[in-house]
């Protein structure tokens, strides 16, 4: 049963892309978007007009491209963070590298720099968070993951406060709103430079994480029982924690905060495909590929003005967080 997951959320996967082209304002019909896409590789007569072939290469392709990456790596990133910590709770945000990028992106709004220089700011300062959190966990040697998590929820305060403090100074009528939209996760200037800025770290992140797969089903183990089968696990959890914030600061660096996709899609891949990372990795990037890209096409179709994304995955992610409680707490009783 579990061979066919994959293949499924693939063709899961390629719906809702070809749906997502057919909503909105000017709809690309399934058919004339597969003559558009292919006419830039086969010899196929334009029976298309210009403006149909400008939306699908100049607008929606760039945004569902980048909707998809971004997908793809909050997934995986909270599925390895998740692994790490052997905790069904953790979500990407547990290194302060959400808080972190946010607080980057805050202050190139608030210093007016160049759009080029807003992922850059949110980037470095993620990894600042990283880093940061990387140190504090580095002094409780006893436990190593107890520390991280501590470290996280500290340097996760320390930041959410700088960005509070960039709120309260802001200008009301011009930088606030824009600090204010952007934290709240947005895909509506997902273009060709934000693709170029996402994908990259994406591919860079993923290709370790495939490759370490069957040695991140050893982090479940006990640290001495891993060990013993020749595992270095400081050294995979080093790169596995780097990789995943990589992933999660592009993704704040080019869309804002979206949560809960990290939460929500790896508990759904976990529950069709089990433990294994070999399957659950791919499986994950797939799932939240199509979950976010189906989200952001009802965001920008939902009604006259755009809602930002980061609005509906709370609504989807915090009922979902809810019931993952209750059944814990069924576990425990029992």
């Not at 049963?1 to 499924?8: D, E, H, S, T, V």
């Not at 500290?154 to 403090?165: K, N, P, Q, R, V």
């Not at 994480?209 to 001495?224: G, H, M, Q, V």
């Not at 930002?308 to 993952?324: E, K, N, Q, R």
């Amino acid at each position: 049963m579990r061979k066919w997951i994959i293949p499924a959320l693939m063709l899961l996967y390629i719906a809702v892309f070809i749906l997502s082209f057919a909503a909105g304002r000017f709809p690309v019909k399934p058919s004339e978007l597969i003559r558009i896409l292919f006419s830039r590789i086969l010899p196929i007569e334009q029976d298309w007009t210009r403006q149909a072939e400008s939306v699908v290469f100049n607008i929606r392709l760039p945004r569902i491209l980048v909707a998809s990456l971004i997908g793809a790596g909050l997934s995986l990133s909270g599925l390895v963070f998740q692994m790490i910590f052997r905790n069904p709770m953790v979500s990407p945000d547990v290194l302060g590298t959400t808080s972190g990028a946010g607080f980057g992106a805050a202050i190139a709004l608030l210093l007016h720099l160049p759009s080029a220089s807003l992922p850059l700011f949110a980037f470095m300062f993620g990894l600042l968070a990283v880093m940061l959190v990387w140190l504090v966990g580095s002094r409780v040697p006893n436990n190593q993951i107890l520390g991280l998590i501590l470290g996280g929820i500290m340097i996760s305060a320390l930041f959410e406060s700088g960005t509070s403090f960039i709120k309260l100074v802001a200008d009301p009528n011009d930088e606030l709103p824009a600090i204010t939209y952007f934290l709240m996760g947005s895909l509506a200037g997902a273009g060709n430079d934000e693709l170029r800025i996402v994908v990259l770290p994406m591919i860079a992140s993923a290709i370790p994480l495939f490759l370490l797969s069957w040695k991140l089903n050893l982090l479940s183990l006990p640290e001495e029982e891993a060990r013993s089968l020749g595992v270095n696990t400081k050294a995979i959890r080093a790169i596995a924690i780097a990789a995943a914030s990589l992933m999660t600061a592009s993704s704040v660096a080019v869309a804002g905060m979206i949560g809960w996709v990290g939460l929500v899609i790896p508990h759904v891949t976990r529950m069709l495909t089990g433990p294994d990372a070999r399957w659950s990795i791919p499986s994950s990037m797939l799932l939240g590929s199509a979950f976010l890209t189906a989200v952001d096409t009802v965001a920008r179709t939902a009604s006259y003005q755009e809602i930002p994304i980061g609005i509906l995955t709370s609504f989807i992610g915090a009922p979902f967080f809810l019931y993952l409680i209750i059944r814990e707490g069924r576990r425990n009783e029992a």
